[in-house]
């Protein structure tokens, strides 16, 4: 039997191994599943949000344990990994609160005598997640789903074993009808059977462009609904007329949060000539200062990168933008000793044509691009096969007014690029289909029926 090994990024050990589902097992979970759902979907929505209230005070309640699994198997540092665990408890919490609200019956004025749509749970829907946010991620996915009234079924990374048996212990701790939220500990390659599977009726994916594409496809030939979070290349605008310290400050934030390793960090800094200089010098005090080393240390502010594979790739980006003619103050070796870290990185004089701007730069690395004005500034920012988000940093008008201009799901004026359970988050163009979160998210796993009442009115 095939066994998830959990190699730890900071000294690159195996940590330990956690066997795969053998196919009476896989299909165990499979009619569990379906036949949690049967009942579930019957349930009121007060009892729905007893099980998401309930689960989200367990994670309170072993905020400390559950922070250090994502600590120990891909390295985030614990402040943050805290910080994630009391985010996915108030994902929770949200839509134990507002799931009825979003999914209030709307009336529609017609020719019946009573007409209108009412939102009813789809079935049996498979959660794909990747390893940079494991308990957000799963809680992303699965807290509107479930409060819709479906069952969940989550296939989570392969190198993040722990974290993805603990989620599935979460529910079964805070006694959730057995089969309601299934962890299945698989191999990648089995997932295309899993999507196949006519209990299946959706499935959500967080991950790689390729990934990304393999999925769709598969869930499209079966005539099957699916929504996709993939990459991002975020633009970060900074204008002359900018409060550069603040911008300074929530970029620095936006780059380094989780290593960089981030779908929504500010990925391509893009600046405004007159003020470029002070922006970069104003940048790079706050980069310098930050303290690489190891993710349980308190005092750590950038972790080392999950994968060994990652880093390498990391590392090429870098070394091609710096041969194409781009600068390195900061940064840009790679250190020795063990684990997978990459030091904070600051690339200048960054065009358009070299890789830190064509791909996406999945770590530590900030990357300046200088612009002549706004009007380059949004051309630059929008030449991207991506378009998951943006942030633009100027007068408050002028931001609302640019946000019409910027070919991305969400902007952020003069704050940070971050998801909230409030509201939806998606991407366009290779950056995704579909939204999460808010009350656009809950909509997408639900079938909006149609209810017509004659007789007709006279």
């Known amino acids: 039997m095939t066994k998830l090994r959990s190699i730890n990024p900071t000294t690159g050990a195996v940590q330990y191994e956690v066997e795969a589902l053998s196919d009476d097992a896989l299909e165990q979970h499979l009619a569990g599943a379906q036949s949690a759902f049967a009942d579930w979907k019957l349930a009121r929505f007060s009892d729905r949000a007893k099980v998401l209230n309930d689960v989200a005070a367990l994670m309170r309640g072993d905020i400390e344990n559950l922070a ?255 041969a194409a003619g781009a600068l390195c103050p900061l940064g840009g070796e790679l250190p020795e000793g063990d684990g997978y870290f990459y030091p904070v990185t600051l690339l200048t004089g960054v065009t358009r044509e070299m890789t830190a701007a064509r791909e996406e730069t999945f770590g530590p690395i900030a990357v300046v691009m200088k612009v002549a004005d706004e009007d380059e500034a949004v051309e630059l920012a929008n030449d991207t096969d991506y378009g998951l988000a943006a942030a633009v940093w100027t007068r408050t008008e002028r931001g609302v007014a640019m946000a019409n201009r910027l070919e991305t799901g969400q902007v952020a004026i003069n704050g940070i690029v971050k998801t909230d359970p409030r509201l939806p988050s998606g991407g366009i163009k290779r950056s995704g289909i579909g939204r999460e979160l808010g009350p656009h998210g809950i909509r997408e796993f639900v079938n909006a029926q149609q209810v017509w009442v004659g007789p007709v009115k006279a």
Not at 74 to 88: H, S
Not at 111 to 124: C, E, I, K, N, T
Not at 135 to 162: E, I, S, Y
């Open 68 to 322: 250090r699994l994502m600590t120990d198997e891909m390295g985030k540092p614990i402040r943050e990994a805290r910080g994630e665990v009391e985010k996915a408890a108030w994902c929770a919490e949200h839509y134990a609160e507002h799931a009825e609200s979003y999914l209030a019956t709307e009336q529609i004025v017609s020719d019946a005598s009573q007409s209108y749509v009412q939102y009813r749970p789809l079935g049996v829907i498979l959660g794909i997640l990747p390893w940079n946010a494991p308990f957000w991620l799963a809680f992303r996915f699965a807290a509107p789903t479930l409060m819709a009234g479906n069952a969940c079924l989550m296939k989570h990374d392969p190198h993040v074993p722990g974290c993805a048996e603990a989620i599935g212990q979460l529910f079964e701790r805070a006694g959730a009808p057995a089969g309601l939220f299934v962890n299945l500990p698989l191999e990648t390659e089995r997932v295309a059977d899993v999507i196949r599977d006519r209990r299946v009726q959706a499935v959500s994916y967080t991950g790689s462009e390729r990934g990304g594409g393999i999925v769709a496809s598969t869930a499209a030939a079966e005539i099957k609904h699916s929504v996709l979070e993939l990459g991002g290349s975020d633009p970060a605008i900074v204008l002359a007329d900018a409060d550069l310290e603040k911008a300074a400050d929530t970029i620095c934030l936006s780059r380094i949060i989780n290593a960089g390793q981030s779908c929504i960090a500010a990925k391509r800094i893009i600046v405004e000539s007159s003020v470029h200089d002070d922006f970069v010098e104003l940048l790079h005090e706050r980069l310098a200062r930050l303290k690489l080393g190891d993710p349980s240390d308190e005092a750590t502010d950038v972790g080392p990168i999950a994968r060994a594979d990652l880093r390498e790739n990391l590392h090429r980006q870098v070394g091609e933008t710096v």
